[in-house]
């Protein structure tokens, strides 16, 4: 099959190995060429995944109009603070579109596939989630996630496109609700780092994740998901791996923040995008205008947006009210 990778980030580039490596014909496409030429050059995406060989073959295309011409199927792997400039080239595209963005667009409130329904209205839309870091997936470690689309057809054929020895392909009719599991777990993994850089033990952070487990099936229920999409793994098995993995680059932004580093200098010096710094925004605005109640969302939030101390943050959390547990 010819399939275009939208994106050369560590995610877009190790998927865009595995489908190489099984035969596939792939174009992959970037935004900025200087890392397509050091793939070309090189053989392998050093910035993203050190010590991966990519396959030669690999088809490597700096202008998006001409990456997707001909392709059969297209992933994109993009940011999702650019994923809508990015899928513009998709207006004509009627094949499969496999998103593998996680995040929420902040002045719409969509996801991705919300997204891509306004900018590729004829294509057939599938999300793709669970936890996959990249560099594990790219070294072939064992793996499991789910393909979620409101059209059958479309999540088979990407079941079956993706589906591997070590990666495991599971599928869900609950579009909504897997994409919101995929993006709300990097704002708390970025909680989580907090708790991690203030020196707290596991007790604490087993107890952020567990209630954030509630705080995420609560406001994707508002949205329409399916509360048992998060006891999967979109859901709890996403929130797990992006909390406690050291490889996690939004667990890795809060511990620097609970270490006492300010926001402005993790991103002058982070190699690459964690999501939850962009979601915080766009997660806290959107609980806002449903009305549902989000306290972990809006201490995060409050925290990179607001300046407020991360260890006020974390009292205000505990001095919460006591309630039933949900």
């Known amino acids: 099959m010819r399939i275009t990778v939208l994106g050369a980030g560590a995610w877009g580039t190790a998927l865009a190995r595995m489908l190489a490596e099984r035969g ?7 935004y900025f060429p200087a890392t397509l030429e050091g793939i070309r050059q090189t053989g392998s995406n050093e910035r993203y995944l050190p010590g991966v060989v990519l396959p030669k073959g690999l088809g490597l295309e700096p202008v998006a109009d ?78 499991a996630v789910v393909v979620a689309s409101e059209d059958a057809e479309a999540a088979r054929l990407a079941q079956a496109l993706f589906h591997g020895p070590t990666f495991r392909v599971y599928t869900s ?36 994740v567990t209630r954030a487990i509630a705080e995420m099936r609560r ?3 508002a949205c329409g998901a399916r509360p048992e999409t998060f006891s999967g793994l979109s859901g709890i098995g996403d929130l797990m791996v992006t909390c406690f993995s050291p490889l996690s680059r939004n667990r890795q932004f809060g511990e620097r923040l609970g270490r006492g580093e300010s926001v402005e200098q993790i991103l002058a010096t982070m190699t690459a995008v964690a999501e939850g710094y962009p979601t ?9 205008r449903l009305g549902v109640e989000t306290p ?6 409050a925290m990179l947006y607001e300046g ?3 260890r006020r943050a974390v009292q205000d959390l505990l001095a919460r009210e006591s309630k039933p547990e949900d």
């Open 24 to 30: 596939h014909e792939i174009t992959l496409w970037d």
């Open 66 to 143: 001409r990456a997707v011409d001909g392709a059969e199927l297209v992933v994109v792997a993009s940011v999702s603070r650019a994923f809508r400039a990015v899928t513009r080239c998709l207006g004509a595209f009627d094949g499969v579109v496999v998103s593998v963005t996680k995040g929420i667009e902040f002045e719409t409130g969509l996801t991705m596939s919300g997204v891509l329904r306004q900018t590729a209205p004829r294509a057939r839309v599938v999300a793709l989630s669970g936890p996959s870091l990249a560099l594990e997936v790219a070294r072939g470690v064992p793996t």
């Open 173 to 208: 009719s609950d579009l909504v609700g897997v994409e919101l599991g995929g993006a709300l777990k990097n704002v708390f993994a970025i909680g989580a780092g907090v708790c991690d850089g203030l020196g707290f033990g596991d007790n604490s952070k087993a107890a952020l």
């Open 219 to 221: 406001l994707g229920v």
């Open 280 to 288: 915080a925004r766009a997660a806290h605005a959107l609980a806002r």
């Open 296 to 301: 972990i969302i809006d201490e995060v939030y």
């Open 308 to 310: 407020k101390d991360v």
